[in-house]
């Protein structure tokens, strides 16, 4: 899986991924919380090999792929904490970041659920997320579509 899922993602990465999962906020909250408006979310963050969970949510395997991407962006850039500056003043940079993360966290769920109204139930709300404020409307709704269907 994990080999068929860097294939996927088109970059590579030197040792076996495994990701940590903290209930905690990240070391930048404080950045993230003048750009990101999370009031009402619960979000999650990668910040180098640890998924920060504050809400303790629930991270299916879709997600898991979408924040491993985001892990990976992380080490190839050279630095996680440069990663995250650029990505949060530079909006065409996160959609740039997103649009893998996103595009892997749909394939993954199309492995494991075949049923097309789930499917499409599933891309819709991942597009709105996408598009949602919280990314400072760094792409529209039907972009979004789009571009998350891609290549499925
Ligand atoms: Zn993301």
């Not at 991270?59 to 080490?75: G, M, V």
Request: aromatic share 14%; charged share 25%.
């Amino acid at each position: 899986m994990l080999k068929k899922w860097l294939k996927l993602v088109g970059v590579k990465r030197k040792n076996n991924m495994s990701m940590n999962i903290i209930v905690a906020w990240p070391p930048n909250i404080k950045e993230i919380k003048k750009v990101f408006d999370l009031t009402g979310m619960n979000p999650i963050f990668a910040f180098g090999d640890v998924i920060f969970n504050p809400g303790g949510r629930e991270i299916d395997e879709p997600l898991a792929f979408h924040e491993t991407t985001h892990s990976i962006q992380q080490e190839n850039y050279g630095s996680v904490g440069s990663w995250w500056e650029r990505y949060l003043v530079d909006k065409d940079f996160r959609l740039e970041q997103e649009i893998p993360a996103y595009r892997n966290q749909y394939a993954r769920y199309c492995e494991l659920v075949k049923d097309r109204n789930r499917r499409i139930k599933y891309l819709y709300s991942l597009a709105y997320n996408m598009a949602s404020p919280m990314y400072g409307r760094m792409v529209d709704f039907n972009s979004a579509l789009k571009i998350i269907r891609n290549g499925n």
